[in-house]
Nanobody
Framework: QVQLVESGGGLVQAGGSLRLSCGAS????????MGWFRQAPGKEREFVAA????????YYADSVKGRFTISRDNAKNMVYLQMNSLKPEDTAVYYC???????????????WGQGTQVTVSS
């Protein structure tokens, strides 16, 4: 089992920045790829970004490419999502998730955090 806890969400004006953090405990963190997903009210959960177990490979949704950056610190069992140039359409609950090999399919991730709300005002 892997336990995940997100933090760092909040209310920010359009154009602002937030940094989300996700702490992991349980099994060896460096054995897992990590993903960030988000879900807006009435919408399906969607892929935002993912990072391989070593941090050498990163992947982004087209909607966030160039604005968001995913990173990880295996020594601290942490993964981060730096979000810049935020837009109102980025408003959602953001979740971190873990699986052995990352992909963009949220249904394939077995481990999830509880989520953190991000609200971007116009």
């Amino acid at each position: 089992q892997v336990q995940l806890v997100e933090s760092g969400g909040g209310l920010v004006q359009a154009g602002g920045s937030l940094r989300l953090s996700c702490g992991a405990s349980g099994r060896t963190f460096s054995n897992y790829g990590m993903g960030w997903f988000r879900q807006a009210p009435g919408k399906e959960r969607e892929f935002v970004a993912a990072i391989g177990w070593s941090g050498g490979s990163t992947y982004y949704a087209d909607s966030v490419k160039g604005r968001f950056t995913i990173s990880r610190d295996n020594a601290k069992n942490m993964v981060y999502l730096q979000m810049n140039s935020l837009k109102p359409e980025d408003t959602a609950v953001y979740y971190c998730a873990a699986r052995t090999f990352v992909n963009r399919d949220y249904k394939s991730y077995p481990y999830w955090g509880q989520g953190t709300q991000v609200t971007v005002s116009s």
